[in-house]
């Protein structure tokens, strides 16, 4: 079956760079995503990276994936106090129904 | 604009009580979700829908329900047999099938608290 892992919580300072890590099981996931939850609101997508891919780029975000060990990180550079935020990773296996598994969120703390 | 709506986002209800949350959306999309959100636990799926007229459980669904007569609304009962049902319901929409990222699109969520 289907696992996401993150850890809970991350703090950083101002201007250093984060990096959100996220092991998954299953090895037939087609795409990977991160998603932003804001306080109080729904989740938006930040960025996706497709399962034959090892990197992805854009603008301050960096994701990698390693599909032997199952890990997908999310590195932000130059992390501003608006990038507060819990960071979900979650993963999509393709077929006539897209289920989607998300992870159990890391609280990312900025102190200015 | 285009997108989600979810109301109301505070509903306070007594033990014993159903209590309904809406789900509007106007992006098109074929498929439609319901999501529940507790601490530390992150998003678990109550109950997808396909295409209109059609729903699955998804998870978690006991102890809810829900309809889907039209494509553009999907609301979601949380019924009195749902034994902790204070939570932050998601709802979201995408547009399956090959070719598509498969993001999901989310509404504003409604914080449910039973008193």
């Known amino acids: 079956g289907e696992d996401v892992e993150q850890s809970l919580f991350l703090s950083v300072r101002e201007g250093d760079s984060s990096v959100i890590n996220c092991t998954y099981t299953d090895s037939s996931s087609t795409y990977l995503y991160w998603y932003k939850q804001e306080p109080g609101a729904g989740l938006q997508l930040l960025t996706y990276?497709?399962?034959?891919?090892d990197m992805k780029q854009d603008q301050r975000l960096t994701v990698l994936l390693n599909k032997k060990d199952k890990h997908l990180s999310l590195r932000i550079a130059d992390t501003q106090t608006g990038d507060s935020a819990i960071y979900f990773c979650?993963?999509?296996?393709?077929?006539?129904?897209?289920?989607?598994?998300f992870g159990t969120g890391t609280k990312l703390q900025v102190i200015p | 604009d285009g997108g989600i709506t979810q109301s109301p986002k505070y509903l306070f209800r007594k033990e014993g009580q159903n209590v309904t949350l809406s789900c509007e959306q106007n992006l098109n999309h074929d498929a439609m979700y319901w999501y529940r959100q507790d601490p530390g636990q992150g998003l678990r799926l109550i109950y997808y829908?396909?295409?209109?007229?059609?729903?699955q459980k998804g998870d978690i669904a006991e102890g809810y329900s829900v309809s889907r007569e039209k494509k553009e609304s999907f609301p979601l009962t949380v019924t009195s047999a749902q034994k902790n049902p204070t939570a932050f319901y998601l709802c979201a929409s995408s547009t399956p099938g090959f070719g598509n990222t498969g993001e999901l699109f989310f509404g504003e969520g409604s914080r449910l608290t039973v008193l």
């Open positions: 829908s396909q295409i209109v007229n059609d729903f």
């Open positions: 979650a993963e999509s296996i393709r077929g006539g129904y897209q289920k989607v598994t």
């Open positions: 990276i497709f399962s034959n891919m």
